[in-house]
């Protein structure tokens, strides 16, 4: 009996605490951010997205050095988003946090918008990045990627 109880408080306590945090620190972000979208950016950054989702030099970089199948390259735009988003996000809360020590809220609230994205697309990339790995491990990215990673890293060191 003991079992079952623990069983079924575990799970609602784990489900009652990630309903609070989405309440409490995504709500907001994830409603304004589309918002904003709908109603001022989608007209004017619809056609950047398409630009940069369709663009022949990307796909080709991609599909060469990047990923191991063609169809792979439709994430190379919004992975590169995404790498620039979370180390400006990143960046920027560090040196705030590291120069300061504290975090304003608005910066705490700047910063859950910006990992949401306007319209969602930061939210939506990571979404699909991390399920992308989760169904396909190692399956995405090329061998050449793996073989030009270590002389990257030690370039950059």
Same mark, same amino acid.
């Given at each position: $009996?003991?079992?079952?109880?623990?069983?079924?408080?575990?799970? &609602?306590? +784990?489900?009652?605490? !990630?309903?609070?945090? %989405?309440? #409490? &620190?995504?709500?907001?972000?994830?409603?304004? !951010?589309? /918002? =904003?979208?709908?109603?001022? +950016?989608?007209? =004017?950054?619809?056609?950047?997205?398409?630009?940069?989702?369709?663009?022949?030099? #990307?796909?080709? &970089?991609?599909?060469?050095?990047?990923?191991?199948?063609?169809?792979?390259?439709? +994430? &190379?735009?919004?992975?590169?988003?995404?790498?620039?988003?979370?180390?400006?996000?990143?960046?920027?809360?560090?040196?705030?946090? /590291?120069?300061?020590?504290?975090?304003?809220?608005?910066?705490? +609230?700047?910063? %859950? #918008?910006?990992?949401?994205?306007?319209?969602?697309?930061?939210?939506?990339?990571?979404?699909? $990045?991390?399920?992308?790995?989760?169904?396909?491990? !190692?399956?995405? /990215?090329?061998?050449?990627?793996?073989?030009? =990673?270590?002389? /990257?890293?030690? %370039? #950059?060191?």
């Amino acid at each position: $009996m003991k079992m079952i109880i623990q069983s079924r408080i575990l799970p &609602f306590v +784990f489900g009652l605490a !990630m309903s609070i945090n %989405f309440a #409490c &620190f995504w709500a907001v972000p994830i409603a304004g !951010m589309g /918002l =904003l979208w709908k109603h001022l +950016f989608k007209a =004017l950054l619809m056609p950047i997205y398409e630009a940069i989702d369709e663009n022949k030099t #990307c796909r080709w &970089f991609a599909t060469t050095y990047i990923y191991a199948k063609p169809e792979h390259a439709d +994430f &190379f735009a919004i992975s590169v988003l995404l790498l620039l988003n979370s180390a400006v996000t990143l960046g920027t809360v560090f040196w705030w946090q /590291l120069s300061t020590g504290s975090l304003p809220a608005w910066l705490v +609230f700047a910063y %859950f #918008c910006s990992w949401v994205g306007i319209g969602g697309r930061i939210l939506g990339g990571a979404y699909a $990045m991390a399920h992308k790995e989760v169904n396909q491990p !190692m399956n995405v /990215l090329s061998p050449l990627f793996f073989s030009i =990673l270590p002389r /990257l890293l030690r %370039f #950059c060191a």
